[in-house]
């Protein structure tokens, strides 16, 4: 059974600082892997796709990257801002057969503070 | 677009109760499932649709219902609701799950149930 580990549980930091986010998983058969951002209260929010045949995918200050063979995705916050802060999430994804089979870790808390 | 809906916001129900957590879609999207989220714990998927009048079963089925007669409904049924089911419910859905390019998953707020 594929379980996802997410590293830090929660974070504190200040205004400005670059941050990595961990998500390691046991299964490496995986189909693809998303993070994503969940505000108190609310729905998730996709913030990147990675496709198992791709190492990395960045949109503006976020960057994640994707090492099939070690089990590991990294979530990289440039410059982190108050707005920032939420519960990030990665959901492993695989297939099995004609299903796809998501997996989510138990998200990382963070709270960038001014 | 609306996105992806779900309603109602918040139930209160007794054991033994049963209901249905409706969400729907305006994305004409193909896969469609349905995740309870506790706390200390990731999300679960408990049941999953990839188009109309196909369904199966996720992590955690028991004690849920589904169907998917349209491509834009997706209902969850609780069919006698027990404490154990206190959660929030989340609806999402992707566009196809044969496209290796378009599978972002779409999520609805969420609804969230307390079984007393």
């Known amino acids: 059974k594929q379980e996802v580990t997410q590293i830090p549980a929660a974070l504190s930091v200040p205004e400005g600082e670059n941050l990595v986010l961990n998500c390691s998983f046991t299964d490496s058969a995986i189909y693809n892997l998303q993070w994503f951002r969940q505000d108190p209260g609310k729905g998730l929010t996709s913030l990147l796709l990675i496709q198992s045949s791709q190492r990395e995918q960045t949109s503006g200050r976020l960057n994640a990257s994707l090492d099939k063979s070690s089990g590991r995705s990294t979530l990289y916050i440039a410059a982190s801002q108050p707005g920032d802060s939420a519960t990030y999430l990665c959901?492993?994804?695989?297939?099995?057969?004609?299903?796809?089979?998501?997996?989510f870790g138990r998200g990382t808390s963070l709270i960038v503070h001014p | 677009n609306a996105g992806v809906t779900q309603t109602p916001k918040f139930q209160v129900l007794k054991t033994g109760q049963s209901m249905t957590l409706q969400c729907a879609q305006d994305m004409n999207h193909e896969y469609m499932s349905w995740y309870r989220q506790d706390p200390g714990m990731g999300l679960r998927l408990i049941h999953y649709s990839v188009g109309a009048g196909i369904t199966d079963q996720g992590e955690v089925p028991n004690g849920y219902n589904v169907s998917r007669s349209t491509t834009e409904d997706f209902p969850l049924r609780l069919l006698s609701a027990a404490p154990s089911q206190t959660s929030v419910y989340f609806c999402?859905?992707?566009?196809?799950?044969?496209?290796?390019?378009?599978?972002?998953?779409?999520f609805g707020p969420g609804t969230r149930l307390l079984v007393l």
């Open positions: 999402a859905s992707s566009y196809s799950v044969t496209s290796r390019w378009v599978e972002t998953q779409y």
């Open positions: 959901a492993v994804i695989l297939r099995s057969g004609g299903s796809y089979i998501p997996t």
